[in-house]
């Protein structure tokens, strides 16, 4: 099976302040990985993924993540946060062969401060 | 517009009686997956299906039910038998194997009282 470890459970910053979740994972084939934004009492949305091609990978709301096989991490970031990005953020890894099952990392709270 | 529908949003029972979470999707998608979150804990997976009259379980299947009878249809049902069912229940849905890429419901919040 797949683990996902999400290294930071809260983070707290300043608004237009950078910031990075990290996200790492366990696997000895190839992965498809993705990050998943989650608002209060909503379903989940998806911010970005990685299949293949470049390891930088660009997605909505101005975040991106780099995908690192040599040290297995694929963290998120944004150059400068807004009030409205105050949400969980959910780190996801799956094989292909493995029919598609996602396994999710325990999500990192994310609070953005006037 | 496509996607998935979740309901009720919220949903009350008392203890020791069976509750049948609606997970319907319009995206003509193969798999569906439900999930149960808690706080702290993440997304764990109940059950999924990868094609219609077959499901498997999950990592922590004991206590529910589900059936696939139609494509756009995946109900889950809560049992008696689940020691601890106050959650937010997450449906979701993909396009089929190696795909990966989910699209979620909105949630059903049940409490069990």
Request: glycine share 10%; aromatic share 14%; charged share 15%.
């Amino acid at each position: 099976a797949q683990s996902v470890t999400q290294l930071d459970s809260q983070v707290p910053v300043f608004e237009e302040a950078p910031v990075e979740l990290r996200c790492n994972y366990s696997s000895s084939v190839s992965v498809y990985l993705f990050w998943y934004v989650q608002y209060p009492n909503q379903g989940l949305q998806l911010l970005l993924k990685y299949l293949s091609g470049s390891t930088l990978v660009k997605g909505i709301n101005g975040f991106e993540a780099e995908f690192n096989k040599s040290q297995t991490s694929f963290h998120l970031r944004k150059p400068s946060v807004h009030i409205s990005d105050t949400a969980e953020y959910f780190c996801a890894v799956t094989r292909g062969s493995t029919l598609g099952r996602l396994y999710f990392g325990r999500g990192t709270q994310l609070t953005v401060w006037p | 517009d496509g996607g998935i529908t979740q309901s009720p949003k919220y949903l009350f029972r008392k203890e020791g009686q069976n509750v049948t979470l609606s997970c319907e999707q319009n995206l003509n998608h193969d798999a569906m997956y439900w999930y149960r979150q808690d706080p702290g804990q993440g997304l764990r997976l109940i059950y999924y299906s990868q094609i219609v009259n077959d499901f498997q379980k999950g990592d922590i299947a004991e206590g529910y039910s589900v059936s696939r009878e139609k494509k756009e249809s995946f109900p889950l049902t809560v049992t008696s038998a689940q020691k601890n069912p106050t959650a937010f229940y997450l449906c979701a849905s993909s396009p089929g194997a190696g795909s990966g890429g989910y699209t979620f419901g909105s949630g059903t919040r049940l409490t069990v009282v």
